[in-house]
Structures are given as C-alpha cells and as structure tokens.
C-alpha cells in the first residue's frame, strides 16, 4: 500500500469512528425553540401572549365542558340521562380533569411569559407596548386563579417566581389566600395597563373594561369563598374588599364603553332579537332593523371562535379547530346529540307581565322565549339555511322529562319539551356541526349589572339606591316593570331569569350556599336539596390522577 492510500485509509477510519460519536449524532432540531432562542424579538412576545389565550378555548373550558358540566349541574337542566346528573356526575374524582388541565396549561402559560418576558422589554423599547401585552397576560392568569379558587377550593398554585420543571418534584396544595392575593394584584396590573378599546384587526383581545368587571366578580366571589366561609364577612377587611369590587364594577359601567342592547321596535321579533343577538353569530335582522351580534356593546369579555377545522379530525377546540363543540352536543338538530333539557320548572318560574307584544303563547317575561325553544318556534330566519323548520319536541329534543317523568306538576305548558335556545340560534347550516363558530359571551353588560347590584345589597343594603337602578335597568331591556327595593330573592330570581342556561346558576349557588342570608341551597326542589352535601358539593373534587402524580402530596378536596 503506497504512502497516499494509507492516508485515505486512515482518513476513513477516523471518520466512520466520528461519525458514530455522541458529537456526531447531536443535531438541533430547527424547527423546535428553547427559552434561550425565543426570547429575542417583540414578535416573539406577541406569539406567547397569543399562546396564553388558548386553553379558555379548550374543550375542558368554553369549547365544552364549561358548558357540559356545569348545566348538567343546574337544577334547572336535566342531562339526556336523568342518572348523569348532579348525583352522578361527581362520583368519578375524574369528571373535571379535562378542565383542570385547560386551566393548569393557561396558569403554565401565562406565569412561564412572565417570568420571562422581561427579556424583550428594551427591545420592544416603548413601554406602553409592552405593558399591554404583559397586562393581558395577567388578566387572563387572573382569570385562570379565579376558577381554581372557585371550583377546586385549594388547587396548585404557583406563579412566575416558582414555575415548575421538574416533573419528579412533587406539587401540593396552595393556600386560598395566595390565590385571592394574586389574582387581585394580576388583574389590577390589567386595568392600569390595558386599553379601553382594540383596533378591529385584534378584536377579541382582553380590554380594560374587561379586566375591570373580572376583578369586580371576583372579588364579589371572594366575599362568599372566602370571608363569609371562614366568618369573616363582617371584619372591616370584608367590607373594603366589597367596596373594591363596587368600585371595579362601577368603573365598567360608567366607562361608556357598554351598554345593553335594546329592542328597536315594540314587537316580539324585535325584542327576542333585542335578546338573542347576544347569543348569536350572525347578526340578526328584523325587518330594516338589525342586531349586531359577535362583540357586540353588550360583550364585556368574548371568547372568539370560527369555522377553521384545519384540516383536522380530532375533537379538540382552540387546538386542532378553531371552534367549539357546543352546537354538537346540545343543538336541537336530530343529527346533534341534544343531551340537555331544560325542566319546566324553570319556565314556570319568569314572571308575568301586562303588556306583552302579540305573538306569544303566554304573557311572560320574553327572557323566558329567548332561553327555551318551545314547539312551534321556527330554528332559522334564513330560508336558504335548510333550518328554517318549527321545533318539534321529539325531533329537535330527546323529550328527556318527558319520557322519564321528570315533571310532576299540574300546570298546562306551551311545549312538550323546552330546549336550549341561547347559542342555537340561528341553527348552523351544517349536518353535524363540530366546528361551530359561536363566540363564548363570557361576562356580558348584564351580568355586570346584576353583580353591582349584589355588591351593593351585600355591601351597606344598597344605601345610595345605585344596585336597584342598575337590576331595574336589565329588567327594563326585557320590558319588565321595575321593582322598589333589594332584596335576596329578587337577586336570584333576577340572575336566573337573565342568566339562564349560561353556565352561572350552579356558580351562584355554590357562593350563595355560603351565605344564611341567601339559604337558596334550602329553597330549591327537594332532589337537588337531597344531592347536595356540604362541604364537599361546595368545591369539585381534584382529579385522583394528579393526585397520584404528585405522590400523594397533593390531598383531595373535603368529602372525596
């Protein structure tokens, strides 16, 4: 072998021994990033704002079970199957895992941005900018605490400070005064920092108005969660924390920035579209008036979904889809799984009225039409949709109460079946809408109305007058007549008649439970007062599987 082949020789061995080397086989995968690679731009802060809304779209959250789980727990809605209702839907300390996730990713989200956002904070290099998205970013980490302090009473907790990484560490048990403090401090950032208003190309961001009603409610929840459950309602820190919340409330009502939408004719079609443009994705016309629908003056915080499947054929909302599934599980198309039903109790319960436009079967509050279908109601106005059909219990509901007599009572009713119409109407034109592009109208005008009134009645019994006119002022949108003063019943009746089939009754009486004043828990129908227990009805359960994970470090809630 001469001198020149030894070397190529040599040459190759080397390589065939570097090429099966640990260096060799170490390649960067170009299309993953790192924190150290990420970053860098003010792009690149904009990205991971938009990643942190996301899990509100989840199907653990708006995108199903908000929806799914807590009007099954309505005392108000029956599920398809009578026995998968409140008695049995919590059996399985499981049930609520999908949302505990949704929930754990945006807390993950969100705390991860701001513990590194400040990164890009001289390259963004206008601090108004900057703020923004930080403020938005903690408005919705406000958001994602508020509904665990809420719902699993004493969950994880952690925030930028103390973000987890290591899997093998176990997680326990946070404190309620960690998450009460924090999502207060996060969403007081939001008010200062957020902008009144969005240009039209980024509609469907979070507004100061929107982190505003947010604070009011929760620290309106804190008032029954946390002092009234420890006895502490009547402490001097109790009352300030409702005047916060008076204050935080009062700001969105007076920012002018919203308002409800009145009807513009004195007919029953103007008025039920008056209604349901709230609930709506199409805007509704009404002879030569039309009601926007999707954020509209009414909506103060929006979840924004479309008809983008991209492609994809998994059940996954706000991931794989860019809509929900609610018209799947609960439209009154005979393709849709229709596997909720209101009970009659509830219609029975609206009030009547004196001069109700012609067109209505009975004399009654028209927030009780806007929240059922009833046989006879027509599904679409839009002859081209192919919906445009009457409901017809039996074909557009499984008759649920009905066929498992559910109703005792004697009173003559207008449908055989009342199904649920907020969200449902207009129908979506497709058999089998998995991809439904309804927007979540998760805290509207309304909504921020009734709570300054009970703010007010809970905080000196509504002294200057302030929470009668603002409950008057919903009651006066449905033509109702006003009422003369405060008191419990008329909250809840109010919060029922406006709030129903929303996803807020079974909230509002978990909260109220803590309250001897409220005693509504007593006052409801005697199958649910059965089922109830305290305290362990009071909080879901946290899913045994995260329990486990965590090697038993994390304990269950009360009664599990």
Not at 24 to 40: I, P
Not at 345 to 352: D, G, I, S, V, Y
Request: net charge negative; glycine share 6%.
């Amino acid at each position: 072998m001469n001198t020149m082949k030894r070397i190529l020789f040599i040459l190759l061995i080397a390589f065939v021994f570097a090429s099966c080397s640990d260096t060799f086989l170490e390649t960067q995968n170009k299309n993953n990033l790192d924190v150290g690679s990420f970053w860098k731009t003010k792009t690149d802060m904009e990205l991971a704002v938009n990643a942190a809304y996301c899990p509100l779209a989840y199907g653990g959250m708006f995108g199903l079970n908000y929806f799914l789980n807590l009007n099954t727990l309505d005392p108000y809605i029956w599920f398809e199957s009578p026995k998968g209702g409140f008695d049995q839907l919590l059996i399985n300390t499981n049930d609520f895992k999908s949302t505990w996730s949704a929930l754990y990713q945006g807390l993950f989200r969100t705390s991860d941005i701001l513990a590194n956002i400040e990164k890009v904070r001289t390259v963004v290099n206008d601090d108004s900018i900057f703020n923004q998205n930080k403020g938005q970013v903690t408005a919705l980490r406000g958001m994602y605490y508020f509904y665990m302090v809420t719902w699993f009473n004493a969950p994880i907790y952690y925030d930028e400070t103390d973000v987890p990484t290591d899997p093998m560490v176990p997680l326990t048990n946070g404190t309620q005064e960690q998450f009460w403090t924090k999502l207060e401090e996060d969403l007081n950032f939001a008010t200062t920092h957020l902008p009144a208003t969005w240009p039209s190309s980024e509609t469907g961001r979070i507004t100061k108005g929107a982190a505003y009603a947010q604070l009011g409610k929760a620290l309106l929840y804190k008032h029954y969660h946390y002092y009234l459950r420890f006895g502490k309602g009547s402490t001097a820190e109790a009352m300030e924390n409702l005047v916060k919340a008076k204050t935080a409330l009062k700001a969105v009502i007076e920012s002018g920035n919203y308002k409800l939408i009145q009807s513009l004719s004195n007919d029953k079609t103007n008025e039920q579209a008056a209604i349901l443009s709230n609930f709506s994705y199409l805007d509704i016309p009404v002879g030569t008036n039309t009601y926007k629908a999707e954020n509209n003056a009414e909506s103060v915080w929006e979840i924004q979904y479309n008809d983008d499947n991209r492609g994809q054929g998994g059940w996954l909302p706000g991931w794989q889809w860019g809509g929900n599934l609610l018209n799947e599980y609960f439209a009154p198309l005979p393709s849709c799984y229709r596997n909720l039903e209101i009970d009659p109790t509830l219609w029975l319960k609206f009030e009547a009225r004196a001069n109700a436009p012609e067109g209505y079967k009975t004399k009654i509050d028209p927030r009780a039409y806007a929240t059922c279908y009833i046989d006879g109601d027509t599904l679409d106005w839009r002859k081209s949709s192919g919906q445009n059909v009457p409901f017809q219990s039996g074909i557009n509901s499984k008759k649920i109460v009905l066929n498992n007599n559910l109703f005792t009572g004697s009173d003559v009713l207008p449908s055989k079946s009342f199904g649920l119409k907020k969200y449902f109407y207009p129908q979506w034109v497709d058999k089998s809408p998995l991809c439904d592009p309804v927007n979540v109208r998760v805290i509207r005008f309304a909504d921020v109305l009734l709570m300054y009134a009970e703010v007010c009645f809970q905080l000196d019994g509504d002294a200057d007058g302030t929470g009668l006119a603002a409950l008057n002022e919903v009651r006066s949108r449905a033509g109702m007549p006003s009422k003369f003063s405060l008191n419990v019943e008329i909250i809840v009746n109010e919060r029922t008649f406006e709030l129903a089939t929303e996803g807020h009754h079974y909230n509002d009486i978990i909260r109220w439970s803590f309250d001897s004043k409220f005693d509504v828990v007593n006052n409801l129908d005697v199958l649910f007062n059965s089922r109830f227990n305290k305290p362990k009805n009071q909080y879901f359960p946290i899913p045994q599987t995260d329990i486990d994970s965590n090697k038993g470090a994390l304990k269950q809630n009360p009664g599990w």
